[in-house]
């Protein structure tokens, strides 16, 4: 998970947690392709249809053309780390509201509280996965960055994916929004 702390831009991407039981890429790939239904999506924005094996070409392509250049793959990610990550974010979205508080900020916290029950939603599902000796990669899709970037596949999943949420008993998929 990322947390930007620069510059704002009007890019966005995507980030998907793929929670599942399996070892590697390849039995993710078939997770997807299992549960093809939630990934076919249409996109207003830019007029794009999208299914199951578009999304799975475009992971093995980003793969592919990643290994080429040597640059930042995806991997099996542990499960407690992503836990840690997300305790450290919901520290720091308490941290803001009780700023607010002790310094009687008449402000509306309703955002950050949002944030915080989005965040503590997160580690639960983590934490379920993590029990269940799931495995955890996280793939960034995008409309101009992101591991997919562009095209069909990145638009789509980043513009209508972002809405995405699968709880099932052998795969488990939330997102995060990367701005």
Do not use: W
């Not at 207003?44 to 475009?58: K, Q, T, W």
């Not at 053309?65 to 499960?79: F, G, H, P, R, T």
């Amino acid at each position: 998970m990322k947390v930007k702390c620069d510059f704002v831009t009007n890019s966005s991407s995507t980030n998907f947690v793929f929670l599942f039981n399996g070892e590697d890429i390849d039995d993710l790939l078939r997770k997807i392709s299992k549960y093809r239904k939630y990934f076919d999506l249409d996109c207003d924005f830019g007029g794009y249809r999208i299914n199951h094996i578009d999304v799975i070409e475009s992971i093995q392509e980003g793969i592919e053309k990643n290994k080429k250049i040597d640059y930042e793959n995806i991997d099996i990610q542990d499960i407690k780390l992503l836990i840690d990550e997300r305790k450290e974010l919901l520290s720091f979205y308490l941290n803001i509201v009780e700023d607010y508080k002790e310094k009687s900020l008449d402000q509306d916290c309703t955002y950050e509280y949002n944030l915080i029950g989005k965040v503590l939603a997160d580690i639960n599902l983590l934490k379920a996965a993590k029990d269940k000796g799931f495995k955890a990669i996280e793939i960034g899709f995008g409309d101009n960055h992101g591991f997919i970037c562009g095209g069909p596949v990145g638009e789509t999943m980043d513009y209508e994916g972002r809405k995405l949420f699968i709880n099932e008993d052998d795969f488990i998929v939330f997102t995060e929004q990367d701005r």
